[in-house]
Structure formats: structure tokens, C-alpha cells
């Protein structure tokens, strides 16, 4: 970054949303930090968005990759296949997000300066990003300071600019070059949900950090959740507006996170008790819960 020869790419992963990535992409081509290149992954969209890409011109511009999938293989190979495509292609810092992440025009250059600023302070980065609003300045993700264990929930929450988290969904996340090399491209089989966190274990367990910063701003749509008391705390979990079929990869990816992690057999506990009681909370409890029972037995056996 502090070579202005250093070249970035956006990575955006859609599918059946073209009137959504056309305000993302928008808004990409508008940054006051000119991107290199835009690595569009569709995943095998039958909305008409190829049509939708050439009717509009993106086909044309020369910054706008354009890979169409044959099959959809979910954000999670799309993101595999977005940064394979990227670190492939010599890329030195690849800017990760959804085609619902709409960013706004300073974006890509706030993340650039707090990068910058937490490097001065010989800080060990392994992912900068930008705090997602949806509305009225809340976040549409909770986010946990790694160090306090404080809990953000709006932007008036940040007394500071940049923090230390523990997580970060790939909604506006910045990745160097080098530290892709060392930890690997996200894990495609996953196909939706955790791939992002799991992502972020190998960060944290390679001894680097997860930041966030609150001028890089990206508007998201909320992230639908309960709100649940569980051991003394509060914490989300997915709603009824989910289908039922998407808790298997729920259940699912998370056994793969605990074992390929070895957090311990208390994370087990901890997730039963979670699906226990968010299934008192959301309909079609009979039919999650054959969902996220066959999640849980193909985490452990597959």
C-alpha cells in the first residue's frame, strides 16, 4: 500500500440480484481510490444478469472481469474462486464483498489511511474492513472488540476510529497479498455461512488481527437475528425469515470450525445450547431441526 504501484481488485461474488450489483459496482467505479480491476464471480445467476452486465455496458469496461460459473456454488466458492483469481493474477491486495455491499465513494481510500496508520504502529494486519450500516447508523452486524470485549452495535459505540475485532464478514474486507500466501484461499465447501469466520480463525491463529474501521463505511442490509439471552449474554441467532434448508450449513459449518480449530468440546455444548433455544424462538421447529441435525452429523462424519 505505501507503493502506489501496488495494484487492488475488488472481489465481488453475486447471484439473482443484478439490480443490487449494479448500485455495488457503481459505486466501486466511483472511488476516490481508483480501483485496478473489479473480479465479478456469478454464480451461475438465472435472473438475466449477463444480459443485465452487457445491456448496461459493464462487459465493456476493461476493469470489470466478468466470470460466469457454470453452477452455483454458493458465496463460499465464490469467494475461493474470486481470490484464487485475483492472487493468480498477481493482485497485491484483494477488497472482498457482496453484491448487496453498496460503499461508499471514500471507502476504499479510509480503509487505505487506517491500514497505514495501524502499520506506523507495527501492527501484525491480517484484515482491515469497513463497519456495515443498514440503518439509522446501526450496524448490520454486531461486532466484538477482541480486546475489551466490548460489543458494537451502532456507530456511536466507537470511541475510537480503527478497532480490534474478532470477526468480520466479508462485507468490505481488505486482504494483502502476502497474507493470502500464508493462510490460503476461503474454504469452498462451505458454500454458504462460515466461511468468513472460519477465514478469520486462520488470521487470529497466525498471529495476526481483524480491524475495523468506522470512516470506511459499506451499507448492507440488516442481518436478520434474535436476540437471545444464553449464559449471561446476549447473543444473535438466525430468524424464521431463513429457510429451513440453510440451517444444515449452519450446523453444519460450524462442526467443521470446531474440529478443524480444536476450540474445545465446550464450543460443542455451547452450539446445542444455542440451537436448543433459538428453535423455541423460530417456526418449522420440526423441520430445522431434522436440518440441523443432519448438519451436525455430516460436520463430525463428512
Known sequence: MENKKEKIAAVVVTYNRKELLKECLEALLSQTYPLDSIILIDNASTDGTPEFLKE????DNPKIDYVRLLENIGGAGGFYEGVKRGY?????????????????????????KAYLTLKKNNEKIGMIGSVA?????????????????????????????????????????????DVIKKIGYPDKKFFIWGDDLEYCYRIIKNQMKIFVTKKGIVRHPLAIG?????LKKKVFVKSSSQPPWKDYYDARNYI???????????????????????????????????????????????
Open 256 to 302: 467443521f470450525i470446531i474440529k478443524k480449530h480444536k476450540l474445545g468440546i465446550g464450543k460443542y455444548f455451547r452450539f446445542g445450547g444455542l440451537i436448543i433455544l433459538s428453535l423455541f424462538k423460530r417456526d418449522q421447529k420440526f423441520k430445522r431441526a431434522r436440518y440441523y441435525l443432519k448438519g451436525i452429523i455430516d460436520g463430525f462424519f463428512k
Open 133 to 177: 450500516i443498514a440503518n439509522n447508523n446501526n450496524l448490520s452486524w454486531v461486532l466484538y472488540c477482541n480486546e475489551k470485549r466490548r460489543v458494537y452495535r451502532n456507530l456511536q459505540d466507537f470511541e475510537e476510529e480503527t478497532v480490534e475485532v474478532d470477526f468480520l464478514p466479508f462485507l468490505s474486507v481488505l486482504i494483502e497479498r
Open 88 to 112: 493468480e493474477k498477481g493482485y497485491d491486495w484483494l477488497w472482498l464483498m457482496d453484491d448487496d455491499a453498496i460503499v461508499q465513494k471514500n471507502t476504499l481510500e479510509e480503509l487505505i
Open 56 to 59: 448496461n455496458g459493464y462487459l
Open 226 to 230: 434474535i436476540e437471545i439471552s444464553f
